[in-house]
């Protein structure tokens, strides 16, 4: 029996800003850089799908999930954004634990040397 344990995702992805411009739904009116709208796409619907965005385009998942549930996400990404997979060089999903951002940390220990100091 294979164990699927539930963690917290992180979803990483690189847009092909060519293949955008090509494969991206041209508006009614075109307008400069039309196809920018596919980065308000996508946190759109990482969003619905209770997804934070973290950087560029690396989202994380608010609660943990198990790796059948990320496979619904991306039937779910295939049915709304049908043009993504023609457009991304690369689409990684990684496991993260529970501490996944040190900003906080670092920030104490900044805070401390800086209190240190004479």
């Not at 344990?5 to 690189?14: G, L, N, P, R, V």
């Not at 997804?51 to 779910?76: C, M, T």
Request: glycine share 2%.
């Amino acid at each position: 029996m294979i164990y699927d344990k539930s963690t917290h995702k992180q979803i990483a992805f690189d847009l092909v800003q060519d293949l955008l411009k090509e494969h991206y739904p041209k508006p009614k009116v075109p307008y400069p850089q039309y196809e920018t709208k596919a980065y308000k796409d996508l946190l759109k619907f990482f969003q619905n799908e209770n997804w934070s965005h973290r950087q560029g385009s690396v989202y994380i998942s608010n609660a943990p999930l198990k790796d059948f549930e990320v496979s619904w996400i991306l039937d779910r990404m295939a049915e709304k954004l049908p043009w993504l997979y023609k457009c991304t060089s690369e689409l990684d999903i990684t496991d993260i634990g529970e501490e996944h951002s040190l900003k906080d940390r670092l920030e104490a220990i900044t805070k401390a040397a800086e209190a240190e100091k004479p």
